[in-house]
Structure formats: structure tokens, C-alpha cells
């Protein structure tokens, strides 16, 4: 665990409902560790894809949304616990861009 980055633990949290999305931004206000920074803002774009899945529930394509995001959010998650910046292709990228409020 000595190679892990700085703020390992809330950047996995975050993954953890959006409950654990508020606590590691809250608790990564202080420290401002990147790792985390950068998971919570692709947590973000992930919650905001899980409300349109809601928006669109009246719709077929609302269950296809659904279940995208919940293997984007696997991924990430994934991802968190190995240690890599790195999430959904294209798609963070931007979500880093777009959510820089969340810095």
C-alpha cells in the first residue's frame, strides 16, 4: 500500500453512494489530494447519468441508461481501488473539465 495515492481511502469512497460522493469532497476540501479531486468529479457525472436513467424511466431507453451508468460506475470504482486515474474514455475527460467547481 506504500505506492497508493495520497487519499486512496475517500477516492473509493466516493464511489459509495452519494452520500460517499459528499463525504470525500467534503473531507478532500482540506487536503486537496488530486486522486481524490479526480474521482469525486467522475462520481459526479456518474450521479448526474443515474438521474437522467430516472428522468427517462417512462422510456426504453431510460433502462438502457440505467445500466450503462451502473457499469461506468463498476468500472471507476475498479479503477479507484487499483490505483489509476484513469475512468470512462472520452467521458471523464470531459467531467474534469465541466465539474471544475467541485476542485
Known amino acids: 500500500m506504500s505506492n497508493a495515492p495520497l487519499g486512496k481511502k475517500y477516492a473509493v469512497i466516493a464511489y459509495l453512494t452519494f452520500i460517499g460522493m459528499l463525504i470525500a469532497f467534503f473531507v478532500n476540501r482540506e487536503d486537496k489530494h488530486p486522486f481524490v479531486t479526480w474521482h469525486v468529479k467522475n462520481m ?58 467541485l476542485d
Open 44 to 101: 459526479f457525472g456518474l450521479v448526474i447519468f443515474l438521474f437522467a436513467s430516472v428522468a427517462l424511466q417512462n422510456y426504453e431507453m431510460g433502462i438502457y441508461v440505467y445500466w450503462i451508468t451502473v457499469v461506468l460506475w463498476a468500472y471507476s470504482l475498479l479503477m479507484a481501488i487499483t490505483n489509476q486515474q484513469k475512468g470512462i474514455p472520452f467521458i471523464s475527460e470531459k467531467f474534469q473539465q465541466w465539474f471544475t467547481f
